[in-house]
């Protein structure tokens, strides 16, 4: 059974574990089409949250970067964060091999995703998170091709929860580019190193939108990427993983340039690996340039209890604080138990600290610090 690169690194980094992978995949159930098998997968991903003290509403994210899917409506209460179904048909290993994938959102993430087109009148609790056709060519060890809608070549963390280490997503993650609509090729020159280029409408989600009126009608996002993976050969380093990307193109307003260096390190003591991210977001004119660092540690204690840790650092320029620098420090931890099967289940806490300054509201004014507390159940299928 193959397996896609971004499940691999999942596993070489300990997020999720090879067997709960190949069951995932084993769980997709084949469906005969016209023209030839298709598998349906997905999740339902729902948590609980709780803010402690009282009008903290405003606590998840700072006033220039709010965290990706967090927000005012699941502070202190239970929530649906979304409903994902796959339908797809992967690659096989011919040398004109044909597929598709299309992921749909359901429920308030999706909204949030902001993948609508540039028809869509209004957020609907409906987004379609990847929609594509997969290709072969017969060049070399096989030059695979993607056009469509898809989740953009760089960073740590998958904007779904049920692919990451932790529920809550790091600053790095957010202030990433989600999805692109263009055309993206990927090739592995051998067993180490893996290479991917495309070309897309622009930097944003949007399903469909152009740079045009603000550039010319044919101005494009251009993206790259480089993985490095240690081979089986490499004793108990095989599986870690080096990944450098970038995204430069059109942005809302503004020209933007994302960079990104990660890594996922494998280590002597079974069960443990360590990874790190650097992310930075460079805003051409507006000079409103973010940067953010993250660390992370997993360990699988058992087949069914594994524990995950993550700081991070997040610097930005922010015109609404008067300040020209806000940084902030985050720590997050979670204890991830598999009570049933094909069942994920995690607690967390998490911790915001602002260096300078009180970026999170509170009744009371503005506060310094944020916590949260969380328990989130996914069920895959």
């Known amino acids: 059974m193959k397996l896609n690169q971004w499940t691999l690194g999942l596993a070489a980094v300990g997020v999720i574990s090879l067997p709960s992978a190949l069951r995932a995949?084993?769980?997709?159930v084949p469906v005969m089409t016209a023209l030839s098998?298709?598998?349906?997968?997905?999740?339902?991903d729902t948590s609980a949250?709780?803010?402690p003290g009282t009008g903290t509403g405003g606590n998840?994210?700072?006033?220039?970067?709010?965290?990706?899917?967090?927000?005012?409506?699941?502070?202190?209460?239970?929530?649906?964060?979304?409903?994902?179904?796959?339908?797809?048909?992967?690659?096989?290993?011919?040398?004109?091999?044909?597929?598709?994938?299309?992921?749909l959102w359901f429920g308030p993430d999706a909204n949030t995703l902001g993948t609508q087109s540039t028809l869509s009148t209004g957020s609907s609790d409906l987004a379609i998170r990847q929609a594509y056709v997969a290709t072969r060519v017969p060049v070399g060890t096989g030059l695979d091709v993607k056009m469509g809608v898809f989740d953009s070549v760089i960073g740590y963390e998958s904007i779904a929860a049920v692919d990451n280490p932790n529920f809550t997503r790091s600053y790095g993650r957010t202030i990433e580019p989600r999805t692109h609509t263009g055309v993206l090729a990927s090739?592995?020159?051998?067993?180490?190193?893996?290479?991917?280029?495309?070309?897309?409408?622009?930097?944003?989600p949007q399903i469909n939108s152009r740079a045009w009126p603000v550039k010319a009608e044919s101005y494009k996002t251009y993206l790259g990427?480089?993985?490095i993976t240690a081979p089986d050969s490499w004793g108990w380093l095989a599986g870690s993983t080096l990944y450098g990307g970038v995204v430069n193109g059109?942005?809302?307003?503004?020209?933007?340039?994302?960079?990104?260096?990660?890594?996922?390190?494998?280590?002597?003591?079974?069960?443990?690996?360590?990874?790190?991210?650097?992310?930075?977001?460079?805003?051409?004119?507006?000079?409103?340039?973010?940067?953010?660092?993250?660390?992370?540690?997993?360990?699988?204690?058992?087949?069914?209890?594994?524990?995950?840790?993550?700081?991070?650092?997040?610097?930005?320029?922010?015109?609404?604080?008067?300040?020209?620098?806000?940084?902030?420090?985050?720590?997050?931890?979670?204890?991830?138990?598999?009570f049933w099967k094909n069942v994920l289940t995690r607690a967390e806490v998490?911790?915001?600290?602002?260096?300078?300054?009180?970026?999170?509201?509170?009744?009371?004014?503005?506060?310094?610090?944020?916590?949260?507390?969380?328990?989130?159940?996914?069920y895959k299928f």
């Open 25 to 28: 995949e084993e769980a997709a």
């Open 37 to 44: 098998s298709t598998t349906i997968s997905g999740y339902v």
């Open 49 to 51: 949250q709780w803010n």
């Open 60 to 103: 998840i994210g700072l006033p220039f970067q709010p965290t990706l899917f967090g927000g005012t409506d699941k502070v202190d209460g239970f929530n649906l964060n979304v409903v994902q179904l796959s339908i797809s048909k992967p690659l096989d290993e011919t040398d004109w091999a044909a597929g598709y994938r299309v992921d």
């Open 187 to 204: 090739y592995r020159v051998n067993e180490l190193i893996s290479v991917s280029a495309g070309v897309a409408d622009t930097v944003g």
């Open 225 to 227: 990427s480089v993985a």
């Open 250 to 338: 059109f942005s809302g307003s503004d020209n933007t340039t994302s960079w990104y260096l990660g890594g996922t390190v494998a280590t002597p003591i079974e069960g443990l690996r360590l990874g790190a991210a650097w992310d930075v977001l460079d805003f051409h004119n507006i000079g409103l340039d973010h940067w953010a660092v993250s660390v992370y540690s997993s360990f699988a204690a058992t087949d069914r209890l594994s524990l995950h840790a993550r700081g991070e650092l997040i610097t930005g320029v922010a015109g609404l604080t008067g300040k020209d620098n806000v940084q902030v420090w985050a720590l997050t931890g979670t204890v991830q138990y598999d």
């Open 350 to 378: 998490r911790w915001d600290h602002a260096d300078e300054g009180k970026y999170f509201s509170a009744n009371n004014g503005l506060r310094r610090n944020s916590v949260l507390f969380a328990a989130n159940v996914i």
